[in-house]
């Protein structure tokens, strides 16, 4: 459906450097697919949705739509933003302020070069302003709508041309925490209903895992893993998709044995020796991170045996409600661990570790 | 799917909407560039040109500034500009920050009336402003001069404003609501909690405001007085009416003076017009770096607070006297002595004996004359067309400096307010000679006085259009391209109805101006093309004072009238002006 190669976008910044914001960018999303760029705040996510956009001339590459090119610099064609037929969502959701709620959905269909019958823009409107809950605030003002309103209004607009594609610029950015949690699983079964490709920017790993059939991490201009929320979660690539998404304790160590015929490995570190899973071909003596998310280390005050455990002492705990947070050292080192708030050791006293070999990923050292 | 193997690209191929775009955009472009650049470089040209007999060419040299600057009257002339230009915005500058910030920062009472009455002086063109102040202040029939002469049976004289202190007073006066428009912003921009730490910290209101509010304010403050300066510089009403018949010259009176005498010394008024260009030209540069810079360690939060005003307390009311005062001696004095003249049949000083004698003939004759009705039309035409072309294309012209990424945008951006430099009087002189020299069949019709005002109050039409421009959110522009909307059409259908509150502003301040304009109509005019304000000129000089004061209150009335249907409007379109 979309087809993203070798994209390379730069511009001059206010004192005429340049800066390299996408780099050699290459991804596909499959039709009726959900795919989300994410990544911190500068790495080029947004310049990649406004490049396919057309709101942005990239300098190198090629996107294609279905079999349609629309951008290529070795062909030098470059269809411009109003001509790609293609629904935007923007942060700030572009609401014209001098229309109102009609007004501002029909805009699609009268401007550009289109001829349609003013029952069927009524009718078209109208639709889509069901599908997405305003139909009974049409002739409000659209400045008088709330920030969710407002929200669904921008997603109408982009929707009622039926686009092939659909471009959203952290839409969920500017609303509270609540209504964003509601508005998430409303995007979700809208997407999922209308069978729209899909392409969603956000710099929020939790978005990206509740709403995405694949996530594409990106990082200083380039996309770093592709894959399913879960294979992100929990198989991230390199140590830096498994800081971005989600909280995580890295050990630094280095590979001692490793386990014939299985990605099964022994790390020499700080911690003394832990039994780690590897996603890649490892040896003996290469310098690995290691990479635990809080849930997997299980705390408890009677001993546990076997591979990976030790004794710690209770270092610090942070009560969030429906969870615990502790702090606990092993012997020099500080791990963060999520449990049950049922667990109450005292601050100072000792508490035991236990962490699933296979819950631990061993990542080479250095990369990314 | 790989997109090589299926390859029917769309290609971006010219359509009438493109034209259209180039077409609007080409062409706001070409005038303004035209407007602004044409009259300085031919003025430039025609400085280092030596005055020759017509139809030969003249050789290049600087005899002009030679002679100019080897007159014994220069240096006389050079120290009088500039002790003119300093008392008058000295003057200004005080009353402007002193209204300023009674009315933005403290409980003064009557804030609101005040603060609408003290901006009416801009309404008033400077002809009639300088003409009521001559009433009030000659040293023979002065009002003021009468009255205090009665008072203390003595034939001295108190005021004369036919002096270098009394045109710098009346100047000042009458651009004193500038400096309280611009000192208010200033003021209004500046966080209240820095002043009320400082009053936590137990210093006085007076010491607030001397340690703390001016100094904060201090960059805004030295920018509004560097204006005040250049713009005193530029003034040539006063210089002309009061300056002259005393022997006083400054350099607009003295370009004024080089083209009305026999043979008009063209070369002589060019290079006066560069050497104010260039002083001008300075100050506004410096005005602008120290902005610039003002900006970087900027007071203001822009987070939205409520300023809390000073309690002046027991000072309350004496704070009060002085506005009324001021308002009195700059706006009731001035209007009342015109209103008093225009009802009567000659000239007279109020008595008894004249009140008998009140009559509504200079009425009759305003409204009967037809040169007056000739010249009412064409400064009506003058300003609505002046103010929605400038509108029109300085929308476009905006759009490109502040929306789009077009090479040379910011070129453009300085080119279109080169004219800001321009003293009304030097662009009136530069526009003559170049449209005296290219004769495209202009010369001595309206078309001249309109592209004068044209290139005069573009960079009004720029300023009120850019401000709104930067507050129209990029994505408001790009939502429209993603619904497939041309260039074309998301200007007309979002970017100009978005811009109206700022457009409805500009045009009524520009209509305004431009129905005061003289310092350069005054150059240009020809017969059947007088405006109003040369109408005025053309009385005084005639001595027809009674007369000039029934056009000049139905003048100022209607430029009132025209101001409160202004703000009627323009409190539902969400306007402000000034």
Redesign the interface.
């Known amino acids: 459906?979309l087809?993203v190669?070798a994209l390379s976008t730069d511009y001059t910044d206010g004192r005429g450097a340049n800066v390299r914001a996408v780099q050699e960018l290459a991804f596909?999303v499959q039709p009726g697919k959900f795919f989300t760029l994410l990544g911190p705040s500068g790495c080029g996510k947004t310049t990649t949705l406004r490049s396919i956009?057309?709101?942005e001339r990239p300098r190198e590459g090629?996107?294609?739509v279905?079999?349609?090119?629309?951008f290529?610099a070795a062909?030098g064609?470059?269809?411009?933003?109003?001509?790609r037929?293609?629904?935007?969502v923007?942060?700030?959701?572009?609401i014209?302020?001098?229309m109102n709620v009609y007004q501002n959905v029909a805009?699609?269909l009268v401007?550009?070069?289109?001829r349609i019958p003013k029952d069927e823009i009524r009718a078209r409107v109208l639709r889509v302003l069901d599908t997405v809950a305003l139909d009974d605030v049409a002739t409000r003002d659209a400045t008088t709508l709330s920030g969710g309103q407002q929200q669904r209004l921008?997603l109408a607009?982009?929707l009622v041309?039926e686009p092939k594609l659909l471009?959203l610029d952290e839409p969920l950015s500017n609303l509270d925490a609540k209504l964003r949690e509601r508005m998430r699983f409303e995007l979700k079964r809208l997407q999922r209903e209308l069978r729209v490709t899909t392409v969603y920017v956000t710099h929020d790993q939790s978005e990206a895992l509740a709403l995405s059939h694949e996530i594409g991490v990106m990082k200083d201009g380039r996309l770093v893993q592709v894959g399913s929320p879960r294979t992100i979660y929990g198989r991230p690539a390199n140590p830096f998709v498994a800081d971005f998404v989600g909280t995580t304790n890295f050990i630094r160590g280095a590979v001692t044995s490793v386990q014939s015929g299985s990605s099964t490995l022994v790390v020499a570190s700080e911690i003394g020796s832990v039994t780690a899973l590897a996603t890649e071909p490892l040896h003996a003596g290469a310098d690995v991170v290691l990479t635990v998310r809080p849930e997997d280390v299980e705390l408890s005050e009677t001993a546990a045996l076997g591979v990976n455990t030790w004794r710690a002492t209770v270092d610090q705990k942070v009560f969030l409600g429906e969870a615990i947070d502790f702090r606990v050292r092993i012997g020099e080192r500080l791990l963060l661990a999520r449990t049950h708030p049922r667990l109450s050791t005292r601050i100072g006293h000792p508490i035991h570790v236990a962490i699933a070999p296979e819950k631990v990923l061993a990542l080479r050292a250095g990369d990314a | 799917?790989?997109?090589a193997?299926?390859?029917?690209?769309?290609?971006?191929t010219p359509i009438p909407?493109e034209w259209l775009q180039g077409l609007v955009v080409g062409a706001s472009v070409l005038v303004v560039v035209y407007l602004a650049l044409v009259p300085l470089a031919f003025l430039l040209w025609q400085s280092v040109h030596a005055q020759v007999a017509a139809g030969t060419v003249a050789p290049l040299s600087l005899d002009n500034f030679r002679n100019v600057y080897a007159r014994t009257g220069t240096g006389r002339l050079v120290a009088d500009s500039l002790r003119f230009a300093i008392g008058s915005s000295l003057i200004a500058f005080g009353i402007g920050t002193l209204l300023a910030w009674t009315n933005e920062r403290t409980n003064a009472p009557f804030k609101r009336v005040f603060f609408a009455v003290s901006i009416v002086p801009l309404i008033i063109p400077g002809v009639l402003f300088v003409i009521a102040w001559m009433l009030l202040g000659s040293p023979k029939i002065g009002l003021i001069n009468v009255a205090l002469q009665a008072l203390f049976a003595t034939d001295f004289v108190f005021v004369n404003v036919y002096s270098l202190p009394g045109m710098a007073f009346v100047d000042g006066l009458h651009y004193a609501p500038l400096a309280f428009l611009m000192m208010s912003a200033a003021f209004r921009a500046m966080d209240p909690a820095l002043e009320e730490a400082a009053l936590m910290s137990g210093a006085s209101v007076a010491s607030v405001a001397w340690r703390i509010t001016l100094r904060l304010s201090w960059p805004a403050a030295f920018a509004t007085l560097l204006i005040l300066f250049v713009r005193a510089l530029e003034s040539f009403e006063a210089p002309a009416l009061l300056g002259l018949p005393a022997g006083i010259q400054v350099f607009t009176s003295a370009i004024y003076s080089a083209i009305h005498r026999y043979p008009a010394d063209i070369g002589l008024a060019s290079a006066y017009g560069v050497s104010l260009l260039a002083i001008a030209a300075a100050g506004l540069w410096l005005q602008s770096r120290i902005t610039a810079r003002g900006a970087r360690h900027a007071t203001v939060t822009g987070r939205g607070f409520r300023p809390r005003p000073i309690d002046l307390g027991r000072w309350r009311m004496p704070v009060a006297a002085i506005f009324v005062t001021y308002l009195l001696l700059i706006v009731g004095l001035p209007s009342l002595v015109l209103l008093w003249s225009s009802f009567q049949k000659f000239y007279a000083v109020p008595s008894l004996d004249a009140v008998r004698t009140l009559t509504l003939d200079p009425y009759r004759f305003v409204l009967a004359f037809p040169s007056i009705a000739r010249a009412t039309l064409n400064s009506i035409a003058l300003a609505v067309a002046t103010a929605t072309a400038i509108m029109l294309v300085t929308s476009v012209t905006c759009w490109i400096v502040v929306k789009s990424r077009a090479r040379g945008r910011s070129a453009l951006d300085v080119v279109s307010s080169i004219p800001i430099v321009f003293p009304g009087l030097v662009l009136g002189l530069a526009i003559m000679i170049f449209y005296l020299h290219v004769d495209v069949g202009i010369y001595g019709t309206l078309w001249i006085l309109f592209v004068a005002y044209v290139t005069r109050f573009l960079p009004y039409g720029i300023r009120y259009n850019s401000a709104s421009m930067l507050a129209i959110?990029r994505?408001?522009e790009?939502?429209?391209?993603?619904?497939?909307?041309?260039w074309w059409?998301t200007f007309r259908?979002?970017v100009l109805?978005?811009l109206?509150p700022g457009l409805v502003a500009g045009w009524i301040y520009i209509a305004i101006v431009s129905v005061r304009e003289l310092s350069s109509s005054i150059l240009l005019y020809g017969p059947g093309t007088e405006v109003l304000s040369v109408v005025i000129w053309e009385l005084w000089e005639n001595g027809q004072y009674v007369e000039l004061s029934a056009l000049g209150v139905l003048m100022i009335v209607a430029l009132s009238l025209l101001v409160m249907v202004a703000q009627r409007l323009g409190g539902r379109l969400g306007v402000r002006i000034a």
């Open positions: 459906m087809s190669r596909d956009a057309g709101l090629e996107i294609s279905e079999s349609t090119v629309v290529s062909y064609v470059f269809v411009p933003a109003n001509r037929g293609f629904g935007m923007f942060q700030s959701y572009a014209w302020p001098h805009f699609p401007a550009g070069r289109r921008a607009r982009a041309l471009l | 799917m790989p997109a193997a299926t390859r029917t690209a769309v290609r971006s909407a959110h994505e408001l790009e939502s429209a391209a993603m619904s497939g909307a041309s059409q259908r979002i109805p978005l109206r």
